[in-house]
C-alpha cells in the first residue's frame, strides 16, 4: 500500500466541507450562514496519490474554498463513483467523525477520497469515469472526471473499495 500525502488529505477535507447545502436553514442561520452550496464554493479535486497498480490504495483530495457569503458544512461530503452505468455511492471511513465547519469568505475545507484499485476488465471492478460530489444540507452536486483507474469492489463492482473522510478545516 502507498502512503498518501497530508496535503492530500487536507484538500479533501476541504472539499467535505463545501458539502453543505442550503436547505431547511431558520433565522438563526442568515447571521451564522447557511449550508454551503455550488454556487458558492470553488471545487478543486486532486492532484491525488494515485494508485500504482492493482491492491494500491490510493487517495483524491477535494478541497472547498467559500467564494460568498458565510456558510456552514454540517455532516460528511456525499462521494458517488459512476462508470458503465454503475452508481456506486461511497461510505464514510471507519472511525470518521463529522464535525460542524463554518466557512467565512475565503476559508477552506477539504475531505478525501481513498480508494483500492482495481484489476482493469475484473468483474470485481468498477471502470469509473465520473465522481459525483454533494455537499450535506443541499441538493445540488457536481461531477468531476475520474481518471484514477478502476476502483476495486469488496464482493462486487457495485460494493466498491472506497470511502470519504469528513470534512477538515484548511489553511491557517
Known sequence: ????????????????????GGSGGSS??????????FDGVAVQVGPAS????????GEVPVSLTNQSKPCTLDGFPGATLEGGGTKVALTTQQGAKAQKL??????AASFTVTY??????DKLSLAATKLVITLPGSSD?????WSYGPVQGKGS????DASVSAFAQAGD
Do not use: E, H, Q, W
Open 1 to 20: 500500500m502507498r502512503t498518501i500525502p497530508l496535503a492530500v488529505t487536507a484538500v479533501a477535507s476541504a472539499l467535505l466541507l463545501t458539502a453543505c
Open 28 to 37: 438563526s442561520d442568515s447571521k451564522n450562514g447557511s449550508a454551503c452550496s
Open 50 to 57: 494515485t494508485a500504482p497498480s492493482a491492491g494500491d490504495t
Open 102 to 107: 463554518k466557512l467565512a469568505k475565503g476559508d
Open 116 to 121: 483500492v484499485r482495481g484489476k482493469a476488465g
Open 141 to 145: 452536486s457536481a461531477s468531476y472526471k
Open 157 to 160: 463492482a457495485s460494493d466498491s
